[in-house]
């Protein structure tokens, strides 16, 4: 039956007995694409039932569906016209792998950060409130999503609403690790003859249901569909639901980026990733200093984590997806003589940004930033890149910002901050890095001093982070200097001073944004020097950075072996 659905408008024109076979193909059709073009894997599996029952009783688009951590919408995109483009999803101008308004009408809402759809729907329902439109608006929230700040406000907010909303809270224990706190145990023990926070709070409530069972699930939508009032619709799913491989390692099997023919996540890589560093690293400055603890917002694995997490159990702390939480809450283990290393991914990073200022900076407590994730992300896309935190932490007083241009510079980064005695950000790629020594002893960087790496009169070129080794390499052949800064705050003013006196052309390059980043601090520093000479700035320009691979991006972007090169190039000739 698959080939002949391209719209819910033909899923509507199955019978209901036809559609656990057309489950299954679609189940089939997700285990097989997403293996084979990679992507999120085990959440989609999960919401097979829900997508179908979703579109099958709803009058979608007219009915406004907003998916919550929009990783689980890859049935929905199936369902609504782009199967056939489904082979290039995440892939460069291919389909996104989280809902978007400009690929589809079917995609009401961008959803790549999670808990935003409860408060989107609901301004999308009371907007149709006021101005008398009748069609109803769905929220799916789950995979971890319901435990973050922004998904209770929302609640609050719709719970005294007059408005048609309809809450799923697709319910499956999961994040991308298995979800902290005390609001899984929560869920896990309601009952549907019971009176619960939600029916307390002003919902009607309905479940748990089984969110695998079709018919179950079909009844309970074609009933929901008539109650023009906020509702809370409970449903217990699996992650990873017919592939007994990820039901039975949901976390390895969270995503998926190659090919596969075995049962594996994914072929060993080569080479070290910053994060492999980053986790090891962190784990033996606990062994040295027990005040040392770390904090994430539920993503222990992505970060490294869970080598620290096995053998000192008590000083890691997932605090679930609250981003803004787990920055407050290091804030208050440093003021009671903790240092916390606070692990965030860049794009997650800027849920926290007033916690950083109020609760962090302005206090000037020694609480670690580890920015993981920082610069372009890949496929992940627009919703993801880590390509903002450079500018929008500059301009915080109080705040160190570093960057390691390898393994070693982040080894030493983590080793200097455990002596700071005031905030520190430390931003590293999701990468491999630079081959290096990584059995050395510790060295403590100066903070706020460059080096210069490489000799050069023509030109002089400030790196700021992972792409050193491409600068370093496109400029072999040419007469041109190599500053690795380390530091975009405090800048190293001698430094720049003397670079100013040395260089007529001078360029700097960052896997970030050009506005308001590490280039804009160099050339802020140069016109307090009056400097007369060429000032070229390389990095991210002033446009959303869609999906692609993380190499395909730089090479977009001019950021790559190739296009530092003709940079240089053009800028000697």
């Known amino acids: 039956m698959l080939p002949e659905i391209h719209s819910p408008e033909d899923l509507r024109k199955l019978n209901k007995e036809d559609l656990p076979a057309f489950r299954d193909e679609l189940r089939k059709f997700l285990i097989e694409k997403i293996r084979e073009y990679g992507g999120h894997f085990s959440a989609n599996l999960g919401t097979v039932e829900l997508t179908i029952v979703l579109h099958y009783v709803f009058n979608t688009p007219e009915d406004q569906l907003v998916w919550d951590v929009g990783h689980q919408s890859y049935g929905h995109k199936v369902l609504t016209g782009r199967k056939e483009l489904f082979h290039t999803i995440r892939k460069k101008e291919g389909i996104s792998g989280f809902p978007n308004p400009l690929e589809s009408e079917y995609d009401v809402f961008v959803a790549g950060h999670s808990s935003t759809s409860i408060s989107a729907a609901l301004g999308m329902a009371e907007a149709d409130r006021l101005l008398g439109i009748k069609r109803k608006h769905i929220a799916v929230i789950g995979d971890g999503s319901l435990t973050a700040g922004m998904a209770w406000e929302a609640l609050n907010n719709a719970a005294v609403s007059k408005s048609d909303l309809l809450i799923i809270i697709n319910d499956n224990q999961m994040g991308i690790d298995p979800n902290q706190g005390g609001l899984g145990p929560y869920l896990a023990g309601l009952k549907s003859t019971s009176n619960n926070f939600f029916s307390d709070l002003g919902f009607q409530y309905f479940g748990p249901d089984d969110g695998h069972n079709l018919s179950e699930m079909?009844?309970?939508?074609?009933?929901?569909?008539?109650?023009?009032?906020?509702?809370?619709?409970?449903?217990?799913?699996?992650?990873g639901k017919g592939f007994p491989p990820a039901e039975a390692e949901q976390t390895k099997w969270h995503a998926v980026k190659y090919a596969k023919v075995s049962g594996d996540s994914e072929p060993k890589d080569k080479g070290i990733k910053f994060q492999e560093v980053f986790g090891q690293t962190l784990t033996e400055l606990a062994r040295i200093e027990k005040r040392i603890v770390a904090v994430t917002p539920a993503m222990p694995t992505g970060s490294s984590l869970t080598r620290m997490m096995a053998e000192f159990p008590d000083r890691v702390f997932d605090v679930g997806i609250a981003e803004q939480h787990a920055v407050t809450f290091s804030a208050g283990l440093a003021k009671n003589g903790l240092k916390p290393y606070c692990c965030i991914y860049s794009t997650f990073l800027q849920r926290g940004f007033d916690q950083v200022i109020h609760d962090v900076c302005i206090q000037k407590?020694?609480?670690?930033?580890?920015?993981?994730?920082?610069?372009a992300v890949g496929e992940d896309g627009v919703t993801h890149q880590g390509i903002y935190d450079i500018a929008f932490l500059r301009c915080i007083p109080n705040l160190i910002i570093s960057a390691p241009s390898g393994l070693s510079e982040l080894k030493n980064l983590l080793f200097t901050a455990k002596n700071i005695d005031q905030p520190i950000a430390i931003r590293y790629p999701k990468d491999f890095g630079t081959s290096e020594d990584l059995n050395e002893e510790f060295t403590t960087v100066e903070i706020g001093k460059g080096i210069q790496v490489r000799?050069?009169?023509?030109?002089?070129?400030?790196?700021?982070?992972p792409l050193l080794s491409d600068v370093l390499n496109a400029a072999k052949e040419a007469n041109v200097a190599v500053f690795d800064m380390r530091f975009a705050k405090p800048i190293d003013r001698d430094l720049v001073l003397e670079i100013s006196k040395q260089f007529k052309t001078v360029m700097t390059i960052e896997d970030g944004c050009i506005a308001g980043g590490f280039g804009s601090a160099i050339g802020e520093e140069l016109a307090r020097l009056n400097y007369t000479g060429r000032f070229i700035q390389l990095g991210y320009p002033d446009e959303?950075?869609?999906?692609?691979?993380?190499?395909?991006?730089?090479?977009?972007?001019?950021?790559?072996?190739?296009?530092?090169?003709?940079?240089?190039?053009?800028?000697l000739r």
């Open 455 to 465: 000799d050069g009169k023509e030109l002089a070129i400030l790196n700021f982070g």
């Open 544 to 571: 959303m950075v869609e999906h692609a691979n993380r190499s395909e991006q730089l090479e977009q972007y001019g950021l790559s072996e190739t296009g530092i090169r003709k940079t240089i190039t053009d800028l």
């Open 365 to 375: 407590l020694p609480v670690v930033l580890c920015i993981d994730r920082a610069g």
């Open 218 to 239: 079909l009844n309970r939508a074609e009933a929901l569909k008539q109650i023009s009032a906020p509702v809370i619709w409970h449903i217990r799913t699996i992650k």
